[in-house]
């Protein structure tokens, strides 16, 4: 389950919300009426990950909307585990061959 504590509509209003679980990091940041969310692999921050490695979905900007995309993350997460247990185990490596 992915951890969203701190997260709420209120809080994105002001800000994105972001945060990683076991390999696949996420990235909520609202715009208007419409709620996005990103799903990517570890090491990389939201910014330094090549856009082609993101997965993206909208929804709306409503508490059921933030209910719907932390539902999609989790889902993505089950649906991929073993991909994204791989990426939180080879995290560093990935990192030291960058350098």
């Known amino acids: 389950m992915i ?5 709420s509509l209120k809080a994105l209003k002001k800000e ?3 945060g ?3 390999g696949m990091r996420y990235y909520l940041t609202a715009s208007g009426d419409t709620l ?3 799903l990517y692999p570890e090491p990389w921050c939201f910014e330094a990950t090549p856009q082609e490695q ?4 909208d929804f709306p900007f409503t508490q059921e909307g933030l209910d ?3 539902a999609w993350m989790n889902d ?3 649906a991929d585990r ?3 247990e791989r990426i939180d185990k080879d995290k560093m490596r990935i990192f030291l061959n960058t350098i």
Do not use: Q, V
Not at 3 to 7: A, E, F, H, M, R
Not at 54 to 57: L, P, T, Y
């Open 20 to 22: 990683s679980h076991c």
């Open 76 to 78: 993505r997460y089950e």
């Open 82 to 84: 073993l991909n994204w």
């Open 3 to 7: 951890p969203t504590l701190g997260l």
């Open 36 to 38: 996005t969310a990103f």
């Open 54 to 57: 993101k997965e993206k979905k």
């Open 68 to 70: 719907e995309a932390i």
């Open 16 to 18: 994105p919300f972001s």
